[in-house]
């Protein structure tokens, strides 16, 4: 059974940074590109970042570029982001997905990420 469990959200003021982990279960992790994945209320889902199975490509989306970074650990099975200068409109949900862009297999549960004084 494919798991993806997302953690390291929380409330954060403007300016400030969070690390997000997804641990991965139940596939081989190590090939498959992998990608994060957001939706703010009231709001369709927005794709963020996505890194190639050996880490070797990383892609952003204009709205995070320069401030977020994705990373792997294909020996812990594990997926990054590393987001910094956050601004209130990065306030979201963040889901750590299987496979590239919107046309994700598969997603975890999200974590909320809050962007706020």
């Known amino acids: 059974e494919v798991q993806l469990v997302e953690s390291g959200g929380g409330l954060v003021q403007p300016g400030g940074s969070l690390r997000l982990p997804c641990a991965a279960s139940?596939?081989?992790?190590?090939?498959?590109?992998m990608s994060w994945v957001r939706q703010a209320p009231g709001k369709g889902p927005e794709w963020v970042s996505g890194?190639?199975?050996?880490?070797?490509?990383?892609y952003y989306a204009d709205s995070v570029k320069g401030r977020f970074t994705i990373s792997r650990d294909n020996g812990k099975n594990t997926l990054y982001l590393q987001m910094n200068s956050l601004k209130p409109e990065d306030t979201a949900v963040y889901y750590c997905?299987?496979?590239?862009?919107?046309?994700?297999?598969?997603r975890g549960q999200g974590t909320q990420v809050t962007v706020s004084l």
């Open positions: 997905a299987k496979g590239a862009g919107l046309g994700y297999e598969y």
């Open positions: 139940g596939f081989t992790f190590r090939s498959y590109h």
């Open positions: 890194i190639s199975s050996g880490a070797y490509s990383t």
